[in-house]
């Protein structure tokens, strides 16, 4: 091999394929729970554009979105369906608020699955979300 | 590298005075360099005649499938050293979780669509899923991953003596995209700068309009993507058996024309390529 070397697995290109004529908010993780794309209506839940922030790693996604449980309290990254789905090979699904980008408060839900390739490697998660109330202002509890 | 094409037709042979200049066998191009060792790339209907310019030689076969669509495995039963005793084969193919490559094989070399089973053969086959990284076979090193076409599906890159092949037969990587750059085209990393690519080149555009979906590429698709991995040189292959000589001489020109910084050329049954580092 030579040169860049930076192809993704063709699974993950065609779930982005897949992901970008939905108009179902989904959200793609690498193996490593890094986010590596996420569709239009995902953009509205996190108020962030996919071309202004490219490739996310999990760290920067906790740091942007801020995700807190029903209580109120930072929601552990364990607990993340699409950190679950790539760690512990299984479906995952949670409820949760997330501080959007343009500084709007949303509660959503969250179902992933993994994306393990034909080769048995687990390539992903893919991360379907939709908002369950309507937007909350930041500070509001 | 010596690349030789025994076949270069897609889906189905098809023999007859109009497919002469670039053949009727499907797909399996002959690989050597030197010390001996061959390798195979798929075993369509293009390994039979491979297998009868083989038949004296004492060295190990390696045949690499891309998967295991009729048109590029047809050939296994035809081949004469399958059948000689002793004779040492290795057959590499997709991995998969659920039914081994032997038992997917099997499906075809049984009664009642073969009339012998692989464990009855006078030769010692062994069968292999292909690595998920790179590997050593002779003066080959080989590197397989999976691209966009129906079902498990792989790609090869074979390089040797500063040399570069890489051989896509079946592959529709517009389906994913060819506008997202590198990372996010299927079958790049096995394509990029390398010295020769055959690749899936089946329809027209307007036929692959009516055909999105099947796993296969345009001439300008397969243009759009050497670009893409800026290679050298692009052999058109994998032709839709309905194309004549004289339709596959059109949409040659056609990709030339639209070639940038390409070298489009025709993948013909029965030509041989020279490969070296510099080009
Ligand atoms: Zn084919
Ligand atoms: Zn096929």
């Keep these: 091999m030579s040169g860049v070397m930076a192809q993704r697995p063709v699974e993950l290109i065609l779930a982005r394929q897949l992901a970008s004529g939905l108009a179902v908010p989904v959200l793609l993780v690498d ?111 | 590298m010596r690349a030789t094409i025994w076949g270069s037709r897609g889906s189905i042979a ?34 039979r005649r491979a297998g009868m310019h083989l038949r004296d030689s004492s060295v190990p076969i390696h045949i690499l499938l891309t998967h295991l669509h009729m048109d590029h495995i047809q050939g296994l039963g035809f ?26 094989l099997t499906r075809y070399l049984s009664p009642p669509l073969f009339p012998v089973r692989i464990r009855d053969l006078d030769s010692i086959v062994e069968l292999h899923d292909a690595p998920s990284g790179p590997w050593q076979i002779g003066p080959f090193t080989v ?11 792989l790609g090869y890159r074979v390089s040797a003596g500063g040399a570069t092949l890489a051989y896509l037969p079946d592959h529709e990587p517009a389906l994913g995209g060819l506008a997202g750059g590198p990372a996010w085209t299927s079958g790049h990393d096995l394509a990029a700068g390398a010295d020769l690519l055959l690749h899936d080149a089946q329809y027209s555009d307007a036929e692959y309009a009516e055909r999105v979906g ?7 698709h397969a243009v759009a993507f050497a670009e ?26 056609e990709a030339r024309g639209i070639g940038r910084g390409v070298d489009v050329i025709a993948g013909c049954e029965d030509t041989s390529f020279e490969l070296s580092g510099g080009g």
């Design chain 2, 143 to 153: 590197t397989a991953a999976s691209v966009v076409h129906p079902g498990p599906t």
């Design chain 2, 79 to 104: 081949f004469r050293p399958l059948f000689e005793p002793g004779r040492e084969l290795h057959v590499w193919g997709p991995p998969s979780t659920t039914l081994d490559l032997r038992a997917r």
């Design chain 1, 31 to 141: 193996a490593q729970g890094d986010t590596i794309f996420f569709n239009e209506p995902a953009e509205l839940i996190f108020g962030l554009r996919f071309d202004d922030v490219d490739a996310l790693s999990l760290e920067g996604r906790l740091e942007i979105l801020a995700p807190l449980d029903a209580d109120g309290r930072p929601l552990a990254t364990e607990r993340l369906p699409g950190i679950v789905a790539v760690r512990e090979r299984r479906p995952a699904h949670a409820a949760f608020h997330l501080h959007g980008g343009d500084g709007v408060r949303r509660h959503v839900e969250a179902t992933a699955i993994p994306l393990e390739s034909a080769g048995g490697h687990v390539l992903g998660a893919l991360v379907v979300l939709w908002t369950t109330k309507g937007a909350e202002h930041a500070g509001h509890p």
């Design chain 2, 214 to 220: 099947w796993g296969h590429s345009s001439a300008a």
């Design chain 2, 228 to 253: 893409v991995a800026s290679v050298r040189r692009l052999a058109l292959f994998h032709h839709d058996p309905d194309h004549d000589d004289e339709r596959l001489d059109g949409l040659l020109a």
């Design chain 2, 14 to 47: 098809s023999a007859g005075p109009d497919t002469v200049r670039y053949g009727g066998n499907t797909s399996c191009v002959e690989l050597a360099d030197g010390d001996g060792t061959i390798l195979l790339l798929d075993a369509g209907t293009g390994l």
